[in-house]
């Protein structure tokens, strides 16, 4: 399968954009474009922010100031122009039993030291490795996510109960939010028919408040989440023990963070590239994401990463340089500041609106589809990752897609080996060996061979074949050795220089040829070294 499903996705939300677009807008149309970007994306950050901030246990403005701040700094210095970053629940899931346990502040420094570790990554370039997340896995992440941003806007139904406890919506105060999240929704999609001047999912927002407000429709705002006022976060070095048992404490928090961050960031990369796309910057975005996450920490922040959700929106918007990532985050840093009190009465069925037209427009509709055409395992892949993304998440949805992946790939190409045998005119048996030879099958390549009954003289010929590991030469080892106890002479045809070396009993039994192959065996250091495994 290839990555025809992101693309027909991409051209479905009719995302253009060229390869190496400047990092900043260059015409007055485009830096309102953009700008208005910002504004739509900031206002779609701020109950995220304070509802990811609750489930990690901390105070609403530690959620916004990381959005902030994670969200400026990686739109400055990150991978990806019109990426954007934040609080995400993805991380805020962790951080919830550090809190509880230990406090807040040893969650400042678990931000700073995941920060690091995310630099670290950057600077050893480990976020290559992100390439080798298969598609089918990045299309159950794609749709994991669009359920997992689904599912967290179903909270915003629910109203305090007569005992405090949070209770779904009944009757007319329902209708009344289900028809605003709709004219939302439909404002959003006939906007672009009308004009592009302003992004739709700004004019659904201004709207939709704007009648709210008119007639005093009484439905919840965003100030019912919280306040969200608030001065400039200040440096604040977290209050924690420099010792051995604070680092304890908090590695592994950090390293699981670090983790998950980075792989929702290289993974919204990813498709951020496909829609708009560009290539490359896994390594500048490591080092960008532990920048932000380290500043953050210092700053009295929650830490973030990558939010594939708002990334769309800022997409959608027009968003397609650093400048629509910047002004979010200053946009979002006034609304602390000096704008509260409005923001505070926008409805939030609005932006519910908003984000349920991220669903739709995230989820891979097309791969309901392709999943009748395409092999089991992948549609199994799609499938499983999906779900454990919505079960647990991101990160062991990833690992376990990867795995499986791995797995089936192996098991594949461990049934592709097999022999075409035909007889010399010397009367020589001749094995001519097709399919890759590695641990996976080394059970198939010694079920083809029959000592006891084959000729004196016996060819194995690898010219269709690659010997791939360490399992691969102990095959051929054995093999040697079970010709050898018969008193019969074993021949080795088409094998790399490297084999020749590495091969200790069969290596004198190799025959150069001038077009041998010239490829590397991936051994460890005691094949190397000339101990192969059995005492060969």
Request: one cysteine or more; aromatic letters at 8%.
């Amino acid at each position: 399968m290839t990555g025809a499903t992101l693309t027909a996705f991409a051209e479905r939300l009719t995302f253009a954009n060229k390869p190496g677009a400047p990092s900043f807008p260059k015409s007055p149309k485009a830096i309102t474009t953009e700008l208005l970007a910002g504004l739509t994306v900031a206002l779609a950050l701020v109950p995220e922010a304070v509802a990811f901030a609750f489930v990690a246990g901390v105070h609403p403005l530690v959620g916004l100031y990381a959005a902030f701040l994670v969200g400026l700094i990686t739109a400055l210095f990150g991978g990806r122009p019109g990426m954007i970053s934040g609080a995400t629940g993805a991380l805020a899931v962790v951080m919830v039993s550090l809190v509880a346990t230990h406090g807040v502040e040893y969650l400042f420094a678990t931000v700073v030291l995941m920060g690091v570790l995310q630099i670290l990554a950057g600077v050893f370039r480990l976020g290559k490795f992100i390439r080798l997340v298969p598609h089918p896995v990045m299309l159950g992440f794609v749709n994991g996510l669009a359920i997992v941003i689904f599912m967290a806007q179903l909270g915003q139904f629910q109203v305090p109960g007569a005992d405090g406890a949070k209770v779904w919506m009944t009757g007319w105060p329902l209708a009344i939010m289900l028809g605003l999240v709709a004219l939302t929704m439909a404002i959003i999609w006939g906007m672009p028919r009308l004009t592009k001047a302003v992004p739709a999912p700004l004019a659904g927002i201004a709207l939709v408040a704007a009648l709210v407000l008119a007639f005093d429709i009484p439905v919840p705002r965003v100030g019912d989440l919280a306040s969200i006022e608030g001065g400039l976060p200040s440096f604040h070095i977290p209050v924690v023990p420099f010792a051995w048992e604070t680092l304890k404490i908090i590695f592994p928090y950090a390293l699981i963070l670090a983790a998950i961050g980075l792989i929702e960031s290289l993974l919204t990369l990813n498709l951020v590239g496909e829609m708009t796309e560009q290539r490359g910057g896994a390594s500048k975005e490591c080092i960008a994401q532990g920048a932000a996450n380290t500043v953050t920490g210092l700053f009295g922040g929650m830490g973030g990463c990558a939010m594939i959700g708002q990334s769309m929106i800022n997409v959608k918007s027009g968003g397609r340089t650093r400048l629509s990532g910047v002004s979010a985050a200053l946009f979002l840093l006034a609304f602390i500041l000096v704008a509260a009190p409005l923001i505070e009465q926008i409805p939030l069925a609005a932006l519910v609106g908003v984000m349920f037209m991220v669903v739709i427009g995230t989820f891979a509709w097309r791969s309901l589809v392709v999943m009748r055409r395409i092999p089991l395992t992948d549609a199994a892949v799609i499938v499983l990752v999906t779900v454990v993304t919505v079960l647990t998440d991101l990160a062991v949805a990833v690992v376990v897609g990867v795995i499986v992946s791995a797995l089936a790939y192996a098991w594949n190409n461990a049934k592709r080996i097999h022999a075409r045998i035909e007889t010399d005119e010397n009367g020589a048996k001749i094995y001519s060996i097709e399919g890759p030879l590695f641990f996976g099958s080394t059970a198939g390549f010694s079920e083809l061979f029959t000592p006891q009954d084959d000729p004196s003289v016996v060819v194995v010929d690898f010219m269709n074949s690659r010997v791939a590991d360490q399992s691969a030469l102990q095959a051929i080892e054995d093999l040697a050795a079970k010709y050898e106890g018969q008193g019969k002479t074993l021949q080795l045809r088409h094998l790399t220089r490297d084999c020749h070396r590495l091969l200790n009993r069969a290596g004198q039994l190799m025959i150069d040829s001038d077009d041998d192959p010239d490829y590397g065996v991936a051994v460890d250091y005691q094949v190397k070294t000339g101990m192969l495994s059995g005492g060969h």
